[in-house]
């Protein structure tokens, strides 16, 4: 089923509009999808979004990100994966991003209105009596008040000592009534605590309180472990470590990386000119990373920079293990002072790995991030410049023995 809402709707035509889609014969219905309010990214100013499911797809709107408060449609699910349509909020109108990372929430699903209370969902052609005014639910005004006064478990109305689901299930009720693009509903008077234009402030402090809650439920079951920005698990890992654990660190960080909680962000990493890159070649001072795929090392293509070493970003991100002695050559070449620059096609944080490898080798495999730098422009060109220079090219090809 689909259906889209322009921004600013009603929560009444929201309802109306889901309704209308329940009592219609959908032609999948596997693929109908829920609401979802983005609650992670709040430090990182959004969820990073992409156009397709891989991390290695292009980066959606130029980098916009989805920001924390929105609220997005489903219209496709895999894993931990989603495809989103923008309902209210600021970010790109759809994209993929992730809905958790381990036990952390991006995204929270928001239950839909049920069928029966939605208007115009009736059981039986004669018409409907004029419906009453309607009447503040139960908890509102606690609840708005709590907001207020910024006692979290008061705000959720659940004990100091819920449980994480607890936690969850109080904050997706709540959510859609305070969603700033939801108006109050008519009738509610006093009784709804006098938010008539606040529903906004309303929202933020219900996420801070559903953020608490969570950093407390997770406190109260492990005493160790107080919600970690960072996994454990992305702290550098040994070489010689089990194939598994290889796996899981570049899998959390793979996850990281896209709601950007990773200590090193792609946009981070310097640039490297490609006559300052030349000039460490001649002196021996550093060593370039090759993390184009092999689909991109084609004709021409395929002759790499002089004394490059091949580390293509999807053979590291997926099968680490397999990588381990390229890693072991560029650990010697970083222990003895040299420079690392990695390179791919383009050069660009949205369309080049480069970046994102030298993130990797800085956060899963301890390398100094002070020491990694990306070639400007990229592999492109490096071509240029060796047709420019071309005796300084052949210099370099024959120190480092290339064709």
């Known amino acids: 089923v689909w259906f889209s809402m322009p921004a600013g709707n009603t929560l009444r035509a929201l309802a109306e509009a889901y309704c209308s889609a329940m009592t ?3 032609s999948n219905p596997k693929r109908r999808g829920g609401l979802w309010t983005v609650v992670g990214g709040k430090d990182a100013g959004g969820l990073i979004v992409r156009t397709g499911r ?11 990100r989805l920001a924390t408060g929105s609220l997005v449609h489903e219209l496709a699910r895999e894993g931990d994966r989603v495809r989103y349509e923008l309902l209210s909020g600021e970010g790109p109108p759809t994209g993929w991003v992730s809905c958790r990372i381990g036990s952390r929430d991006l995204l929270v699903e928001t239950a839909f209105p049920s069928s029966r209370s939605c208007p115009g969902a009736v059981e039986s052609p004669a018409p409907e009596a004029p419906a009453p005014a309607a009447k503040a639910p139960a908890g509102v005004a606690p609840a708005v008040s709590a907001l207020r006064r910024g006692a979290w478990h008061e705000v959720l109305e659940v004990s100091t000592s819920a449980s994480a689901e607890e936690v969850k299930r109080a904050f997706r009720s709540l959510a859609l009534l305070h969603h700033p693009d939801k108006r109050r509903p008519q009738g509610l008077g ?22 608490e809650g969570l950093r407390v439920a997770n ?62 070649l001649l002196e021996g ?4 990373v090759d ?21 293509g970003y999807t053979e590291l991100l997926k099968r680490p293990e397999s990588v381990v002695p390229v890693l072991r050559i560029l650990q010697t070449h970083a222990e003895r002072g040299a420079r690392i620059v990695g390179f791919s096609t383009h050069g660009s ?16 495999f301890g390398f100094n991030f002070d020491s990694l730098s990306c070639l400007e422009d990229g592999y492109l060109m490096w071509r240029r410049w060796a047709e420019a220079n071309a005796s300084l090219a052949q210099r370099l090809r024959h120190r480092y023995g290339a064709a």
């Open 190 to 211: 006093d009784d709804f605590g006098g938010l008539e234009d606040d529903s906004g402030e309303a929202f933020r402090c219900l996420q801070e309180a559903y953020e």
């Open 24 to 26: 219609a014969k959908p």
């Open 291 to 311: 993390t184009r795929e092999p689909s991109e090392k084609y004709g021409k293509m395929a002759i790499s920079i002089p004394g490059a070493i091949a580390l």
């Open 219 to 280: 406190a109260i079951q492990d005493e160790t472990s107080l919600q970690l920005a960072v996994p454990a698990s992305l702290l550098p890992v040994p070489l010689d470590a089990s194939k598994s654990q290889l796996r899981k660190a570049c899998d959390d960080f793979e996850q990281l990386v896209d709601s950007g909680e990773t200590s090193s962000m792609p946009g981070d990493v310097p640039a490297s000119t490609v006559d300052v890159v030349a000039a460490w």
């Open 285 to 288: 001072s550093c060593v370039c």
């Open 54 to 64: 891989p991390l290695t797809s292009p980066l959606a709107n130029d980098g916009q």
């Open 349 to 364: 944080p949205t369309s080049g790995n480069c970046a994102v490898v030298c993130c990797m080798l800085a956060d899963v």
